[in-house]
């Protein structure tokens, strides 16, 4: 690995998609319903919904994670999209009762479970999705005041912990749903599916800042994901990990960043109750 490779290995990992996209596929054949869908199936609905929803908002803003020194920017915008992806099909049918999930779950599944690494880094955007569907979204409401110092250790970032006594006593408290997604291909399709209210986790190694002529230029290049939650008048509503949580991107800035060196992206399309899937748990 080269210096200039090792700058994109902090929170996302670009270098990990491919190889984490091959086991989010082959996880359709286990829950038994087609949840990755080509953008070409789901286009032309996507645009129409985009049209009748006439620019989604989000009912409430989720509540604040912050990285702090962690890896954990993958796992924190998984939870974000979950969260907004709920309460749209809430608004939509009313049948889901939107709740924060706990992104450590999703963390520590990843590396103990799906990686198998125990390093406890980065993380791929396709992996939280393969997380979610194979093992449940754990709702942040789970983790209360009896939860033990020695179970806290273990969901903390970046710790070599075994997280067998964590999965054997949460598990069951973790909601099995179905997350349909997609990954869209241009700029025009993602602000359709922010338009339509589906959210979008994206990977970018492209920081942007502006110059004197007011461009927005590259000025940094760390890999990290983040969560764009709507589209309105030109912005992308956003959340991010680094800092409070919530802010907004221009246009011109989000297709700078859609043309970096590294970037990648899914919507989330769809959410139900699955539960088919039967995680094997031994570690």
């Given at each position: 690995?080269?210096?200039?490779?090792?700058?994109?290995?902090?929170?996302?990992?670009?270098?990990?998609?491919?190889?984490?996209?091959?086991?989010?596929?082959?996880?359709?054949?286990?829950?038994?319903?087609?949840?990755?869908?080509?953008?070409d199936?789901v286009?032309?609905?996507?645009y129409?919904?985009?049209?009748?929803?006439?620019?989604?908002?989000?009912?409430?803003?989720?509540?604040?994670?912050?990285?702090?020194?962690?890896?954990?920017?993958?796992?924190?915008?998984?939870?974000?999209?979950?969260?907004?992806?709920?309460?749209?099909?809430?608004?939509?049918?009313?049948?889901?009762?939107?709740?924060?999930?706990?992104?450590?779950?999703?963390?520590?599944?990843?590396?103990?479970q799906?990686?198998?690494?125990?390093?406890?880094?980065?993380?791929?955007?396709?992996?939280?999705?393969t997380?979610?569907?194979?093992?449940?979204?754990?709702?942040?409401?789970?983790?209360?005041?009896?939860?033990?110092?020695?179970?806290?250790?273990?969901?903390?970032?970046?710790?070599?912990?075994?997280?067998?006594?964590?999965?054997?006593?949460?598990?069951?408290?973790?909601?099995?749903?179905?997350?349909?997604?997609?990954?869209?291909?241009?700029?025009?399709?993602?602000?359709?599916?922010?338009?339509?209210?589906?959210?979008?986790?994206?990977?970018?190694?492209?920081?942007?800042?502006?110059?004197?002529?007011?461009e927005?230029?590259?000025?940094?290049?760390?890999?990290?994901?983040?969560?764009?939650?709507?589209?309105?008048?030109?912005?992308f509503?956003?959340?991010?990990?680094?800092?409070?949580?919530?802010?907004?991107?221009k246009?011109?800035?989000?297709?700078?960043?859609?043309?970096?060196?590294?970037?990648?992206?899914?919507?989330?399309?769809?959410?139900?109750?699955?539960?088919?899937?039967?995680p094997?748990?031994?570690?």
């Amino acid at each position: 690995m080269t210096e200039e490779t090792q700058q994109f290995t902090s929170g996302w990992l670009p270098e990990k998609e491919a190889e984490d996209l091959k086991a989010l596929e082959a996880q359709q054949e286990v829950c038994g319903q087609k949840f990755l869908f080509d953008w070409d199936e789901v286009k032309s609905r996507i645009y129409a919904e985009a049209e009748h929803y006439q620019d989604w908002l989000p009912q409430s803003l989720p509540p604040v994670y912050n990285q702090n020194s962690s890896n954990a920017c993958a796992a924190i915008s998984n939870a974000y999209a979950c969260y907004y992806l709920m309460q749209l099909e809430a608004a939509k049918r009313h049948e889901v009762t939107p709740f924060m999930p706990f992104p450590a779950w999703t963390y520590m599944i990843y590396h103990a479970q799906i990686a198998k690494d125990h390093n406890y880094g980065g993380c791929s955007l396709a992996g939280m999705l393969t997380a979610n569907s194979k093992y449940g979204i754990l709702p942040t409401a789970a983790y209360g005041k009896s939860i033990t110092d020695k179970e806290m250790v273990a969901l903390r970032w970046n710790t070599r912990v075994t997280a067998a006594e964590v999965y054997e006593k949460y598990s069951g408290q973790a909601e099995r749903w179905q997350i349909k997604v997609t990954r869209p291909k241009t700029f025009e399709d993602i602000r359709a599916c922010l338009r339509a209210g589906y959210p979008v986790n994206y990977g970018t190694s492209v920081q942007l800042g502006l110059n004197k002529s007011g461009e927005y230029v590259p000025n940094g290049t760390t890999a990290h994901a983040m969560t764009w939650a709507y589209y309105r008048a030109g912005y992308f509503g956003m959340t991010n990990s680094w800092n409070d949580g919530f802010g907004w991107e221009k246009e011109d800035y989000v297709k700078k960043q859609l043309n970096g060196r590294y970037f990648d992206c899914f919507a989330l399309i769809g959410i139900e109750r699955d539960e088919t899937a039967k995680p094997d748990w031994s570690l």
